[in-house]
Structures are given as C-alpha cells and as structure tokens.
T-cell receptor
Framework: NAGVTQTPKFRILKIGQSMTLQCTQD?????MYWYRQDPGMGLKLIYY???????DKGEVPNGYNVSRSTTEDFPLRLELAAPSQTSVYFC???????????FGPGTRLLVL | GESVGLHLPTLSVQEGDNSIINCAYS??????FIWYKQESGKGPQFIID?????DKRQGQRVTVLLNKTVKHLSLQIAATQPGDSAVYFC????????????FGQGTILTVHP
C-alpha cells in the first residue's frame, strides 16, 4: 500500500488564483481529513469526510472547499488564494474515525 | 475553547538519555490520545496511543502516561537516539464519531550525539 499520497509537493500561487490539492488513500479508509500547519504550530482541521458524498467543516474552513466522490479521493479546493493561506497542508485518513489517523507527506503552499 | 497544549516547546538531550515530553489537555470528555512524531518536511507519524481507561501504555522504547486527574499526558523515550530528533505532537480525540483530533503546539526534541 502507498498509504496517503498528496500532490503537488510544493506550489506557488498568486493572490486570487485557484488550485486543487489532491489527496488519495489506498487503505479503504472511511474517514479523511484536511489539516493546515502554520510554522511552529500544530495542525488545524479544515474539513473532514466520513465517507463518499459526506463532508463537513472543521476548525478553519473559510476559503476552502472539498468534495468526496469516491472512498479513495478527497481533494481540497482553494478558490481565491490569499497570503493567509500560505501553509503546509496535510491530508489524513482513518478507518473507523476513532482510531489512528495516517498522514500524507504534505503540500507546501506559498501565496504571493 | 478546548485545547491541547505542551509545557515545553524545546527539549535537548544527550544520546542515550531518556526523554520526557509533556502535554496538558483541557477537554475532560477526551477519551483517546495520540503522540505523533514529525520530522522535517514530512507528515506526522504515529508513535503511540492511549485510551482514557488506561494509565500507561508501552511500545518499543516509548511509554505514554496518562493522568486524568490533572489532565496530563507524557511521552517517555528511552535511550534517546539522534534519529529521535523531531517535533512531537500530542493530540486528543474528543469522543465524537468522526475522529476529530485536536493537536497541541508541539515540542522540538533535539538529541546531541
């Protein structure tokens, strides 16, 4: 199993541009999550999904959107990039939602 | 709001010493706790977990202690090695059905040869 994979690894965006961060897991996990990690800080939950077709907001959802059309994929969309969205984004998944979350390698995003 | 925090932001130890990383949590409803290790440029990696019905759990060279009375969690690393150098995060699950984790700020562990 590849686990949780994320693309791209790094991206520079101009203010106002949009992009989609991709996340795929091959562990047949029900639950998937998106976090952002600012320098020197812990992770903050942006959105999560408990299964295909079901998503909900986390702690810091503003400026982001998600979709979950399949069990494997959970893309994160930034519609109008802002400098405040400069961060490292981590996708994670878990099987039952109460157990360990497994993280991808992250996407580093710089908005200028 | 509820939060998970760490007492020490940095910890420096000599190779071979034992390391103790502490974490305070404030949500009394939390019933599941995890320690993650994050190396530079990588995603968090699971180390060990513990449920609220336990006081202690041991893994390979690591032990997690949970004191529910004072809402305190600690990670003990035995015979610390240079490869243990990383940022360590504690996280708590507040008992909701979707497995939401609340992360602390993190402790930087530096192991000197």
């Amino acid at each position: 199993n590849a686990g949780v994979t994320q693309t791209p690894k790094f991206r520079i965006l101009k203010i106002g541009q949009s992009m989609t961060l991709q996340c795929t897991q091959d562990m047949n996990h029900n639950y998937m999550y998106w976090y952002r990690q600012d320098p020197g800080m812990g992770l903050k939950l942006i959105y999560y999904s408990v299964g295909a077709g079901i998503t909900d907001k986390g702690e810091v959802p503003n400026g982001y959107n998600v979709s979950r059309s399949t069990t494997e994929d959970f893309p994160l969309r930034l519609e109008l990039a802002a400098p405040s969205q400069t961060s490292v984004y981590f996708c994670a998944s878990s099987y039952l939602g109460e157990e360990t979350q497994y993280f991808g390698p992250g996407t580093r995003l710089l908005v200028l | 709001g509820e939060s998970v925090g760490l007492h020490l932001p940095t910890l420096s130890v000599q190779e071979g010493d034992n390391s103790i990383i502490n974490c305070a949590y404030s949500n009394s409803a939390s019933d599941y706790f995890i320690w993650y290790k994050q190396e530079s440029g990588k995603g968090p990696q699971f180390i060990i977990d513990i449920r609220s019905n336990m006081d202690k759990r041991q893994g390979q060279r690591v032990t997690v202690l949970l004191n529910k009375t004072v809402k305190h969690l600690s990670l003990q690393i035995a015979a610390t090695q240079p490869g243990d150098s990383a940022v360590y995060f504690c996280a708590e699950n507040d008992g909701t059905s979707y497995g939401k984790l609340t992360f602390g700020q993190g402790t930087i562990l530096t192991v000197h040869p």
